[in-house]
């Protein structure tokens, strides 16, 4: 099970475009389930899982974001893999919509790092997940 690290990210601003969202798109030749976490006026949310099939893309959040940061886990479903982070967030084994990052374990739940995406309040925002070592940051 090797750990994928390499997420390439950058903002969506297509000249002409009024869709707003928050998009993952997998690079990868396997299914990618995706959980997302944000701050909401009822406090800390994670959202999953997304189904994200080879070489496509899934909108996680619909509209114009409301939040600067939005943090991300995801796992490969054939090879296991995973991209995370440091920050720890509760997840479940299906669906789920967890207020709370907190006693994850003592929720029932499981407890996961999720990588923080800083979108500098942009209204749009998408991540490319993919099995290429190394970072990529940019913005358009």
Known sequence: MGLFAAVAFFSLAAPG?????FRVCNGTQNLVGVAIGYRASE??????WWQVPATTC?????????SRYYYL????AARGGRWT?????????????ITGVNDCFAR??????FKEYDTGRQGSWMVQLSDTPGTQESQN
């Not at 406090?43 to 999953?48: L, Q």
């Not at 899934?58 to 409301?66: C, D, N, R, S």
């Open 43 to 48: 406090g800390w949310i994670t959202e999953g």
């Open 58 to 66: 899934a909108t996680l959040i619909e509209g114009e974001l409301q």
């Open 73 to 76: 886990y995801a796992e490969d």
């Open 17 to 21: 475009s009024a869709r707003a969202d």
């Open 108 to 113: 029932g739940f499981q407890r996961m790092g």
């Open 85 to 97: 982070g440091d920050v720890n967030m509760c997840v479940a084994e299906n669906e789920f919509k």
